[in-house]
């Protein structure tokens, strides 16, 4: 594990454990009067997360990774949490997010989260658990590049990383928004980005097509461009070495 990776030995959470004021309410999303569905999640994120929370006293870590592997509940988190008063930095940490909400609350949000169905056979859903898996690749390549730099931090970078090609889902998902028909992926991306209420800095790393508005965004941008450079290089080279010579 690289030197300034976050780690979080022995920290546990018990069943009343919260340290927000308040739950918040999750805001409904439209893009120019139509609206976003929820994103679902996958069902093995359900199943683990049901595991974990069952317990008396919760491992930090073990659901951290849990929350944090899966697109969707890490975006439905993100817009759950975006205006409460104890999400204190400009990029979302999922730590301070499970920690804010406790226990009982996060449970309920994830009650209330569509699950991905299980259906074989159906091209769609498979290419959804494969971007999904896809864009936690991102996140991980992301982060362990950013622990080589001093300008950018490694958590922020992951998000980053992993929600860096959000405007394909709408795509992979069948949504339907007439006002968007016609954008490209950036484009999409950032109208996503801006309907969730998404922070400046990772607005402006999806949308490929806005100028950064500072020197951390600018930094952030780059790694996440160097990070998918990897995957694409990764993906190729693992479907290359699958076929018959």
Known sequence: MSKNKPK???IALRQDTELGNSFPELEAAAV???????????PT???QLDALLADDVVDLTALTNVVRSDL???????????NADWVSRAVPR???IVVGLGIKHLKAIVRDIPVLPTQPR?????????????AQLTGLITEELASYRTNVNCEDSYIAGLLCQIGKLPILLGWKIPELETSDVAGLGGALARAWGFPAALQE???????????????LRQVVTAARDWVHLLELTTANSGEPR
């Open 8 to 10: 979080f030995p022995g």
């Open 32 to 42: 120019e009067g139509t609206s976003i569905p929820d994103l679902p999640i996958l």
């Open 45 to 47: 994120t359900l199943a």
């Open 72 to 82: 969707g509940l890490t975006i439905h988190l993100i817009r759950i949490t975006r």
């Open 94 to 96: 999922i730590t301070e």
């Open 122 to 134: 159906d091209l769609r859903l498979l290419a959804c658990v494969r971007f999904w898996m896809h």
């Open 205 to 219: 790393v999806i949308d490929g097509d806005r100028r950064p508005t500072s020197p951390a965004s600018q930094s």
